[in-house]
């Protein structure tokens, strides 16, 4: 990107964030591309780990989707955690402000296309000079801003020592409310969401988590969905079994394995179910 393509936004101008006001390392200027107007609209902060698993990114852009039809939401521009807010914001029609640890000339090459997008639906922005090279305390400093930005951080994966955790540190310094995705014992890339909730952080499988917890009715997309009459008996089974094999899955629905394979697949396509490996699957929702 250019540095002619980006502008300047100033501490003293109306669309500078009020939730830094009060911050005493407050940059000054901010560089940024896109609509600078989203700085005013409510606002809510999701991050996650680059090593966010698949299960767990799956259903992180289902709440991103949702949360993103009340909220512009709030994120780096990393993958994993982050690129999955971006996609479920932009594929729902919502808007997305992605706060950079660097200047504009730092920009990591392997998101472009999906940064493009976010000039077209939303903001990026930079706390840093135009030529700022990405360091290792700007990632702390980028994480602190990210957290004041929010009305509240939702984690979707975070390792022992996760970026996200940073985020979520400071998400408490500045009395937000903090979210977690559950993971099963033992899985390294959410050992940091588990401790999260273990701590008071909202344990988080929708958002209507998130809605509850800020007081707030009627949020979000209402999703329907037609389904078969099988494919109803198969989903609230796995709703209450958790992940399971196709073959426990037949057991308790009465459903034959070559008909369960197509409708589980069925159900995947219409974001109710995930495949976790070796024929076991789980409800997103």
Not at 77 to 105: H, N, P, Q, R, W
Not at 157 to 173: H, P
Not at 210 to 222: D, F, P, Q, S, T
Request: hydrophobic letters at 40%; aromatic letters at 6%.
């Amino acid at each position: 990107m250019k540095e002619s393509q980006c502008k300047q936004l100033h501490i003293d101008s109306p669309l500078y964030p009020k939730e830094w006001a009060d911050l005493p390392n407050a940059p000054k200027t901010l560089q940024y591309v896109g609509d600078a107007t989203l700085l005013q609209t409510r606002k809510f902060t999701v991050v996650g780990s680059r090593t966010t698993p698949a299960q767990a990114r799956k259903l992180g852009k289902e709440i991103a989707a949702d949360l993103s039809q009340t909220f512009t939401l709030v994120t780096g521009v990393a993958d994993g955690g982050d690129e999955t807010a971006i996609e479920g914001a932009i594929e729902a029609g919502g808007k997305v402000i992605c706060l950079l640890a660097g200047g504009f000339s730092a920009l990591p090459q392997s998101n472009l296309p999906l940064l493009r997008s976010v000039v077209t639906n939303g903001l990026l922005l930079s706390p840093f000079p135009f030529d700022e090279p990405t360091r290792k305390f700007s990632y702390e400093f980028r994480n602190e801003l990210l957290a004041y930005l929010g009305e509240g951080t939702l984690v979707l994966g975070a390792g022992e020592k996760s970026g996200a955790l940073i985020t979520a540190k400071y998400a408490k310094r500045a009395s937000r409310q903090i979210f977690a995705l559950p993971y099963a014992p033992g899985v390294h890339a959410g050992v940091g969401c588990n401790a999260l909730i273990k701590e008071g952080a909202h344990l988080t499988e929708s958002a209507k988590d998130v809605y509850v917890a800020l007081g707030i009715e009627g949020g979000g997309v209402k999703r329907t969905q037609r389904l078969t009459e099988i494919e109803e008996s198969v989903w609230k089974t796995l709703q209450v079994l958790a992940d399971s094999h196709v073959s426990e899955i037949s057991a308790k629905t009465g459903v034959p394995l070559f008909k369960l394979r197509a409708t589980l697949s069925a159900l995947e396509m219409k974001g109710l179910v995930v495949s976790l490996g070796g024929n076991r699957y789980a409800a997103v929702r």
